[in-house]
C-alpha cells in the first residue's frame, strides 16, 4: 500500500511570497493519479491540481504543480490572503495527512 | 451541473451501524465513473473509506474492510454506505464524492456523524 507523505506539516509565510509543498510517496508513482486539494474551513476540500501538474478548471495560475516518480510539489508563487488555508495531495485511494499553509 | 447531497443520522450510538445515503443530480450514474466515500475525524485528515462502480463493483480501504458495505441504486441515482460497530473514533465528517478514476471533481457537502450514546 502507497504511503504520501507530505512536507512540512505547517508552512509559516506571509502574503505575497512564494510557497513550496511537498508530497512524497512511498514507491514510485503514476503522475497521471496524482492530484492535490485545498481545503477551506468548515468545507469539503476542491480540486486545484490533477494529473500531477494540470490545473483544475477556475484555478489561478499562481498554483502550479510538478514532479514525477516518488517527490511531487505544489507552488503557489505569490500568496493571497485566501491561500492560508490546508493542502492535501491524493493518490488513488490514498492522501497525504496534508500541509496547513498559515500566516 | 453535477451535485451530491449526502443524508444520513448525525448521531450514532457505539457497536450500531451508520447508514448514509448520497443522492447525484446532473449526472446518471449509470453513465459511468467512481463513486466514493471519504471520512475526515474533526481536526484532522481525510480517509478514504470505499469506492463503487455503477457496476456495483466495490473497493474497500483495508482497515475498514471488516465493517464496510457499500452499494448503488441506479433507479434512484443514489449510492450509500454502511458502516457497522461504530465507536467513538468513527465521529467524522462523511463526505460522498464523485472520484474520475484519477482525481475527484465533485464533493459532497460532508455529513457530521457523531457517535455517542
Known amino acids: 500500500e502507497i504511503v504520501l507523505t507530505q512536507s512540512p506539516g505547517t508552512l509559516s509565510l506571509s502574503p505575497g511570497e512564494r510557497a513550496t509543498l511537498s508530497c512524497r510517496a512511498s514507491?514510485?508513482?503514476?503522475?497521471?493519479?496524482l492530484a492535490w486539494y485545498q481545503q477551506r474551513p468548515g468545507q469539503a476540500p476542491r480540486l486545484i491540481i490533477y494529473?500531477?501538474?494540470s490545473r483544475a478548471t477556475g484555478i489561478p495560475d499562481r498554483f502550479s504543480g510538478g514532479g514525477s516518480g516518488t517527490d511531487f510539489t505544489l507552488t503557489i508563487s505569490r500568496l493571497e490572503p485566501e491561500d492560508f488555508v490546508v493542502y492535501y495531495c491524493?493518490?488513488?485511494?490514498?492522501f497525504g495527512q496534508g500541509t496547513k499553509v498559515e500566516i | 451541473q453535477v451535485q451530491l447531497q449526502g443524508s444520513g443520522p448525525g448521531v450514532v450510538k457505539p457497536s450500531e451501524t451508520l447508514s448514509l445515503t448520497c443522492t447525484v443530480t446532473g449526472y446518471s450514474i449509470s453513465r459511468g465513473s467512481y463513486w466514493a466515500w471519504i471520512r475526515q475525524p474533526p481536526g484532522k485528515g481525510l480517509e478514504w473509506i470505499a469506492t463503487i462502480e455503477h457496476s456495483g463493483r466495490t473497493y474497500y480501504t483495508s482497515s475498514l474492510k471488516s465493517r464496510v458495505t457499500m452499494s448503488v441504486d441506479t433507479s434512484k441515482n443514489q449510492f450509500s454506505l454502511n458502516l457497522s460497530s461504530m465507536t467513538a473514533a468513527d465521529t467524522a465528517v462523511y463526505y460522498c464524492?464523485?472520484?474520475?478514476?484519477?482525481?475527484?471533481?465533485?464533493w459532497g457537502q460532508g455529513t457530521l456523524v457523531t457517535v455517542s450514546s
Open positions: 494529473g500531477a501538474s
Open positions: 491524493q493518490h488513488d485511494a490514498t
Open positions: 514507491q514510485s508513482v503514476s503522475s497521471s493519479h
Open positions: 464524492v464523485r472520484y474520475s478514476g484519477y482525481y475527484i471533481d465533485y
